[in-house]
């Protein structure tokens, strides 16, 4: 991200809110800005140009989004804000030719069902005038505005899709912006009917799949489906449910209502952890978990919260794995401030159990019925890491061992085919003295991938 430039555009923005505060009234301001207090002393500018200087770069995102909400700016400032945050957002990529082909495809469909929704969705994502502050004074259109109202409102033939498109500019915007548009052309809002939206996400897929990406359904809300742009390659799969997690000793479980998928854990059960919350859209962060923690504990505490569900975890791991350890203290060391709203990285995870010993069905009984790691992040992408040390591919008393090894494979290969993400540490090389380093770049590019900001 360009923090200089995000810098430049929201110093003014900042300094001008002195104008509409007093002294009194900074501090709170400054906090509901994510700026740091105030000094007491000098004139209110000082006193505000001091509290955003001594912001740190990282935190610039987060001061950035709040103004956003607080304090919005015109359109245009507003757009170069967003594309900035965005670029460190890196979602699906569509080129200028597929957008002209999706324009075109949809010259002969309704743009929208809901005309006000329509407008408000384009006056969340475009700039549509080009003096804002004389439409809100005089409440007349004019400029992109005026013409929508023209050329779209009221003479729909007279404006194709790719024209429209075209004047927004949506064939130069920013991938995730236009990602947004097509969402939103997509919505419940925009079109009130659920056999429309299906509709027009059916044409927009018809051409989005050539360059690999597709509006998907990805969840729901008030009896509607809510689409997503993603990769086309990325696994269809449903909600997670059953989450086990937190233990290096295998619980024993039964299913006690095998309809509602109701599983109950016979042995074991005080050594695990269970989250039994809803995983949506979003995935589960770190925030969610620590929410339910503090909930299923009674710990009234955010940080005695986030303290002990820490150590809770961290005391999962098993003792004679080190170089696990390491990669689990590593993830809270490197990203810090960040880990709130990043994908939780949940140890020692029971992905299945197998009723039946190994003497009744063979070694297969226990193929991969353990995850070391697991991240559950946005649109159902679910990431498995695993730490090997020697028992994944030597015996007992040390040699190499094919059959495990060709076990562990494939074992790799079913998670992978059943939409699972697999990355693997070698413990050797988290015992180097470059471990620490190597693991924080792994998830910053793990992130980076999957659009999964950081700062």
């Not at 700039?127 to 929508?148: C, F, N, Q, T």
């Not at 997670?240 to 997690?245: E, G, Q, S």
Request: hydrophobic share 40%.
């Amino acid at each position: 991200m360009d923090y200089a430039q995000l810098r430049s555009l929201l110093a003014p923005l900042i300094m001008a809110l002195t104008d509409i505060s007093t002294h009194a009234r900074l501090p709170t301001l400054c906090e509901e800005l994510g700026l740091p207090a105030p000094v007491t002393d000098g004139t209110k500018h000082d006193r505000m140009a001091s509290s955003f200087e001594a912001v740190a770069d990282a935190d610039l995102p987060e001061v950035a989004r709040r103004l956003l909400i607080c304090h919005p700016p015109n359109a245009t400032t507003r757009n170069q804000i967003q594309d900035l945050l965005w670029s460190d957002n890196v979602g699906p990529a569509i080129p200028k030719r597929y957008r002209r082909e999706v324009a075109r495809k949809l010259n002969d469909e309704k743009l929208y069902g809901d005309a006000r929704k329509f407008d408000d969705l384009l006056d969340r994502l475009w700039v549509l005038d080009a003096d804002e502050w004389l439409y809100l004074m005089s409440g007349k259109p004019s400029g992109l505005r005026a013409d929508i109202q023209q050329h779209v409102h009221r003479n729909p033939e007279d404006w194709s899709a790719e024209m429209l498109f075209d004047q927004l500019g949506a064939y130069d915007a920013s991938d995730r912006r236009f990602a947004l548009f097509l969402e939103g052309l997509a919505s419940a809002d925009v079109r009130p009917d659920k056999a429309a939206q299906r509709h027009f996400v059916a044409c927009v897929n018809e051409t989005l799949r050539d360059c690999g990406v597709e509006l998907r359904e990805t969840d729901s809300e008030g009896g509607y489906p809510i689409f997503s742009m993603v990769s086309s390659h990325a696994a269809v799969k449903g909600r997670p449910k059953n989450l086990i997690f937190a233990s290096p000793d295998k619980p024993d479980l039964r299913f006690r209502d095998a309809l509602d998928n109701d599983v109950e854990i016979v042995t074991n059960a005080d050594k695990v952890l269970v989250y039994d919350r809803p995983i949506g859209n979003d995935g589960l962060r770190w925030s969610d978990l620590q929410q339910w923690w503090s909930d299923t504990e009674r710990i009234a505490d955010a940080e005695q919260a986030k303290r002990s569900l820490y150590l809770r975890l961290k005391d999962s791991l098993p003792r004679n794995s080190p170089p696990q350890t390491l990669l689990f203290k590593t993830f809270f060391e490197g990203f810090r401030k960040a880990v709130p709203n990043l994908p939780a990285l949940i140890p020692e995870v029971w992905l299945h159990w197998d009723p039946l010993t190994v003497k009744e069905r063979g070694p297969d009984a226990l193929l991969r019925f353990r995850m070391d790691f697991l991240l559950l992040l946005r649109q159902g992408v679910r990431v498995v890491i695993e730490v090997d040390g020697k028992h994944h591919y030597t015996d007992g008393v040390g040699n190499a061992d094919v059959q495990r090894y060709a076990n562990m494979v494939r074992g790799d290969r079913e998670l992978k085919l059943a939409g699972y993400e697999v990355f693997r540490f070698g413990a050797a090389e988290l015992q180097t003295p470059d471990a620490k380093a190597n693991v924080k770049a792994f998830f910053s590019a793990l992130f980076k991938r999957y659009g999964v900001p950081t700062s």
